[in-house]
């Protein structure tokens, strides 16, 4: 079919009018198009179920939206972006430029944890690129040993924490699905992640508020360290 744009870009192959066949009508739709387009919409994220069915807009906290802009503006062509599992990797992919094919991500089939050990093997394999791991608070605490290589070997892997102190993509699920009946999805014994970046040796910064993510990405991106930045973000942010 080639691809149809609304915010995002799906891409819908031949095989989708197989797939679609004449379930159309089962979804109160008169044409296969008609069907196409409200999935289209449905993936890209204004069906709040958990309302009134009307569409919304996927806005942002400055702070998500401000600090992925920024990184993205500060990547060259040779930085290698390594994402976890879960809303960070959405985010991420919406927010971050590809280039050369160095996004690396599970596809959303792996599992919480990938994005630390991938950027270390990355950052092994390219020593003089820069290299970022995207991750959440969550994720993060899956791998966190990994921290341990990454100091002993010197990679100056830079971690981008977005911390909403919860599972971001299981909360979102349960909101919209389960009429905000959240059960074990937030995370208040999170640690201190800049006393803990501390304890395994990597710089650390916390991002708060917008005006502090120019002057902490400038420090961070240009350190030659391992470091970690805990971005403080809104469980209230979702994806697609």
């Not at 079919?1 to 031949?14: A, C, E, P, Q, S």
């Not at 089939?109 to 394999?125: E, F, K, N, R």
């Not at 349960?174 to 501390?198: I, K, S, W």
Request: a negative charge; aromatic letters at 8%.
């Amino acid at each position: 079919m080639g691809r149809v744009k609304n915010r995002h870009t799906l891409w819908l192959y031949d095989d989708t009018w197989g797939l679609v066949g004449s379930h159309y009508k089962d979804h109160n739709c008169t044409t296969q198009n008609e069907f196409i387009e409200q999935a289209i919409r449905f993936y890209c994220g204004y069906l709040d179920a958990g309302q009134d069915g009307t569409y919304l807009p996927d806005t942002l906290s400055a702070v998500l939206e401000g600090a992925l802009g920024a990184l993205g503006d500060r990547l060259d062509d040779d930085a290698c972006v390594c994402v976890d599992v879960g809303q960070n990797q959405i985010w991420a992919a919406k927010h971050l430029p590809m280039k050369h094919g160095r996004f690396l991500t599970t596809g959303g089939l792996g599992t919480m944890g990938y994005g630390l050990p991938a950027a270390l093997g990355a950052q092994m394999a390219a020593p003089d690129d820069l290299v970022v791991c995207i991750s959440g608070d969550g994720s993060l605490q899956m791998s966190l040993n990994e921290m341990a290589t990454i100091k002993a070997h010197q990679l100056p892997v830079k971690i981008i924490l977005l911390n909403n102190e919860c599972l971001g993509m299981v909360r979102q699920l349960q909101h919209t699905y389960c009429a905000d009946q959240f059960y074990a999805v937030d995370m208040p014994g999170n640690p201190n992640f800049l006393r803990l970046a501390e304890a395994y040796g990597f710089a650390n910064f916390r991002i708060e508020d917008p005006d502090d993510i120019l002057p902490v990405l400038q420090k961070a991106l240009a350190n030659g360290q391992p470091t970690l930045i805990d971005c403080q973000v809104s469980k209230a942010d979702w994806v697609l």
